[in-house]
């Protein structure tokens, strides 16, 4: 089992910033590589925004190149999003994502974000 708790959404205007952190725990060992943020909007379908690949580099959707970075910090298997230059479009809840082969992916409940106009 690995438990993930998302923490950092809230309401930010236009151009703003908000950090996001997910702490990720688990009885057996995490590799850090398999994390990821993924979002859904409203009515929308949920959708990468950044995730670590398996060889830990950075890979991120195309909507938010430039204006988000993904970073962890593997002592603390925590996982974080920065996201700059918010906008509108960005809205929705924010997931943070282990993925698994061969077995389901696991999620974190969520933690909404709401950019106002």
């Known amino acids: 089992q690995v438990q993930l708790v998302e923490s950092g959404g809230g309401l930010v205007q236009d151009g703003g910033s908000l950090r996001l952190s997910c702490a990720a725990t688990s009885g057996r060992f995490l590799s850090m590589n398999r994390m990821g943020w993924y979002r859904q909007g409203p009515g929308e379908q949920r959708e990468l925004v950044a995730r670590?690949?398996?060889?830990?580099?950075?890979q991120y959707g195309d909507s938010v190149k430039g204006r988000f970075t993904i970073s962890r910090d593997n002592a603390k298997n925590m996982v974080y999003l920065q996201m700059n230059s918010l906008k509108a479009e960005d809205t929705g809840v924010y997931y943070c994502?282990?993925?698994?082969?061969?077995?389901?992916?696991?999620w974190g409940q969520g933690t909404q974000v709401t950019v106002s106009s």
């Open positions: 670590f690949t398996d060889i830990g580099s950075a």
């Open positions: 994502n282990y993925r698994q082969f061969g077995a389901s992916d696991y």
